[in-house]
């Protein structure tokens, strides 16, 4: 995370504990879904710049990564989106930024395999009646597909301009 | 990188000395510079530079703080720089501390006065609000994104385009408060003063390569040097700051001579500078 990410300035900008968390949030999901099998003897090193902090930090992180993995070419079961989502004021929102997540209502973010259909993760931080918990949750997931929908538009683009360099 | 083999080397060289180098440019002319100010809104000011591939961001954030019993008329700056590891796997952990002293290190020398505070290129004592007991203090936050030689010149550039773009709020301070009290102070949120950068100097790197020297060095030209010497040079061609890098010795006449060189060059740099920036804030106020 950089120096500026945050409201009031970060003094030590690595190996802060929020980083590490996150990092290791990035890492678990990722190993989840690349086919690590098909690269033996390789690491593949992943690296997020935070420029600038605003709610939903984690997930944006992992859906930058999808992107990137996806920009080079490694081989994975299926793209990973991630979407945070609340429940404030008797209203589950989704995406929250920061000042909605400091009002001090619950933050549940979720991270999915869209074709596959499969949760890969799930973190929630402050309390939340059970069934409350499971619409917010979908709501979490509705907002991931969404995601994923835009991301492969996206990709679709690239590749599209990738074949027009190449003359195909 | 990837280290270069022996003809490679050859060829850089060569291409210096008969002022034709790898990309196609003469010994004295910069890569293209886009500048945008206001990338980061959290902040005071911001601005991110490119130079060809390398890539920076520079950020300013200001806090309330009490000015040093020195220097009570004057507000302080830090300048601090961290070097991504998006720019370079190795830049991973600490792997980037040693840079980044080095070019916060060389930012301060260039843009900082000296220890009395005496011939800062930024302007302290607009910084202060109540002379002796609170000054504004600026933090300066450079970023390396992109790493491709001259790192120094381009994180210059983007201070002062941040520096450009800052936004320092006005304070109100309540009524007097006694000698040894901390008054009280009100920070607008409507009403921002703009911090005033003619006086900013702008820094010139000259690597030397072979007998000659160049501007604006790529990676694999940084690679081929002898020595390179950074110079901060104001509006009014003053010498506000010089950093000599690189472990050969260097004849006093070769440096005087780089001297006048980066004089020269540091002019059409700051013209291009400051367009790029006026550009850059029309565009902010457009949109």
């Not at chain 1, 902090?53 to 490694?74: K, M």
């Not at chain 2, 491709?148 to 381009?154: F, I, M, S, Y």
Request: charged share 25%.
């Amino acid at each position: 995370m950089a120096n500026f990410s945050t409201g009031d300035r970060m003094r030590k900008p690595k190996g802060d504990r929020r980083s590490t968390e996150i990092s290791l949030v990035i890492r678990q999901t990722m190993e989840a879904c690349i086919l690590t099998h098909l690269m033996p003897r390789s690491q593949i090193d992943i690296f997020v710049q935070v420029l600038q902090a605003d709610g939903g930090t984690r997930s944006a992180c992992i859906n930058a990564a999808t992107l990137a993995l996806q920009d080079a070419g490694i081989p994975m079961r299926d793209i990973v989106t991630s979407c945070s989502a609340g429940y404030l004021n008797s209203t589950p929102l989704l995406d929250l930024n920061y000042v909605e997540d400091s009002a001090g209502g619950p933050d549940v973010t979720v991270g999915i395999l869209p074709t596959l259909d499969k949760v890969t993760l799930l973190q929630m931080d402050a309390k939340l009646p059970t069934n409350t918990f499971e619409d917010v949750m979908q709501l979490a997931i509705e907002g991931c597909k969404a995601v994923a929908n835009y991301i492969r538009e996206v990709l679709l683009e690239n590749t599209k301009q990738l074949e027009c360099r190449r003359g195909l | 990188m990837v280290g270069l083999s022996e003809g490679e080397q050859e060829f850089i060289k060569g291409g210096i000395a008969q002022d034709l180098r790898s990309d196609g440019r003469k010994r004295y002319t910069y890569r293209p510079i886009y500048v945008e100010t206001g990338v980061i809104p959290q902040a005071n000011g911001s601005a991110r530079v490119r130079m060809g591939s390398t890539d920076v961001i520079a950020s300013v954030k200001a806090e309330l703080g009490r000015p040093s019993a020195m220097q009570p008329d004057k507000g302080k700056v830090a300048i601090f720089v961290d070097c991504s590891p998006t720019a370079e796997p190795t830049f991973e952990g600490r792997g980037g501390e040693e840079l980044s002293a080095e070019l916060s290190s060389a930012l301060q020398h260039c843009l900082l006065g000296g220890k009395s505070g005496a011939g800062a290129g930024i302007d302290l004592s607009s910084l202060v609000v109540v002379e002796g007991k609170v000054c504004w203090d600026l933090y300066i936050d450079g970023l390396v994104i992109s790493s491709d030689g001259n790192l120094l010149d381009a994180l210059g550039a983007a201070i002062k385009a941040a520096l450009s773009n800052t936004g320092i709020p006005s304070v109100h301070v309540a009524a007097e408060a006694a000698s040894d009290e901390q008054p009280e102070v009100d920070i607008s949120d409507e009403e921002f003063l703009q911090f005033d950068t003619s006086g900013v100097p702008v820094i010139t790197t000259l690597t030397k390569v072979g007998k000659h020297y160049i501007v604006d060095a790529t990676l694999e030209e940084e690679s081929q040097m002898s020595s390179a010497v950074s110079i901060s040079i104001n509006r009014q061609g003053h010498i506000c700051g010089m950093i000599k890098r690189g472990g050969v010795g260097l004849d006093p006449s070769v440096i005087l001579d780089m001297i006048s060189v980066a004089n020269f060059v540091s002019r059409q740099l700051m013209d291009k500078l400051d367009s790029e920036i006026a550009a850059a804030d029309a565009d902010e106020d457009e949109s």
